[in-house]
């Protein structure tokens, strides 16, 4: 089974811009959460989409934003980007979403995206 | 969420055993212990997980204490490739899919 990819792999940006970050889960996964690793703040959570619905939330502003398709791949955007959002981006999915904490999580090998 | 403290760091040497502690007192009876961990560069790995019974699986084993306050993370016979982050996280249903890493424990292995 292909595991978690997420594409692009790099992306360099500058202030003001947006970006929108693509994660196709597992074959069968219909969870999909976002994570951003800073050497900062660590790993923090953004945001979990399940069949399509957004089911939980990270303390972000609201340019940080995603979507669910069908298929179950996902999307994150930012808009107006700004230095500190200079980051990896990791995507994560697993079999059962909210309410389900007997599940495990497959993370992807992340998007780094820098802000200049 | 329960929070958790982990050390800082821990060292140990190529096969040998290594036990990684994780305390979490305010975990409620319902909290899942999942254990991830982080190598250089790459995103983070599920380890294993448990709820009350000890766990094994191919890359360790988690002994869970009887009131669930602590966990203990087992790597049975440690290689280079082990050296890495390791986090304990508390998942309960509410936040079943939200991770919520703290600083975790930086594994190193001597050769």
């Known amino acids: 089974k292909a595991g978690v990819t997420q594409t692009p792999r790099y992306l360099i940006k500058t202030r003001g811009q947006q970006v929108t970050l693509s994660c196709s889960p597992i074959?069968?996964?219909?969870?999909v959460s976002w994570y951003q690793q800073t050497p900062g703040q660590g790993l923090q959570f953004l945001f979990e989409y399940f069949s399509e619905t957004q089911r939980n939330k990270g303390n972000f502003p609201g340019r940080f934003s995603g979507r669910q398709f069908s298929n179950s791949r996902s999307e994150m955007n930012v808009s107006t980007l700004e230095l500190g959002d200079s980051a990896l981006y990791l995507c994560?999915?697993?079999?059962?979403?909210?309410?389900?904490?007997?599940?495990?999580?497959?993370f992807g090998p992340g998007t780094r995206l820098t802000v200049t | 969420d329960a929070k958790t403290t982990q050390p800082n760091s821990m060292e140990s040497n190529e096969e040998e055993p290594v036990h990684l502690p994780c305390n979490h007192s305010?975990?409620?009876?319902?909290?899942?212990i999942h254990w991830y961990r982080q190598l250089p560069s790459q995103g983070p790995e599920y380890v294993i997980h448990g709820l009350t019974s000890n766990v094994n699986n191919r890359m360790a084993s988690l002994a869970i204490a009887e009131d669930r306050k602590s966990s203990t993370l087992i790597l049975h016979r440690a290689t280079l490739r082990d050296a890495a982050v390791y986090y304990c996280i508390p998942l309960n249903i509410q936040g079943a899919q939200k991770l919520v890493f703290g600083q975790g424990t930086r594994l190193t292995i001597n050769p």
């Open positions: 305010t975990i409620s009876g319902t909290d899942y």
């Open positions: 074959s069968g996964h219909r969870s």
């Open positions: 994560a999915s697993s079999l059962e979403g909210q309410f389900k904490p007997n599940y495990e999580q497959y």
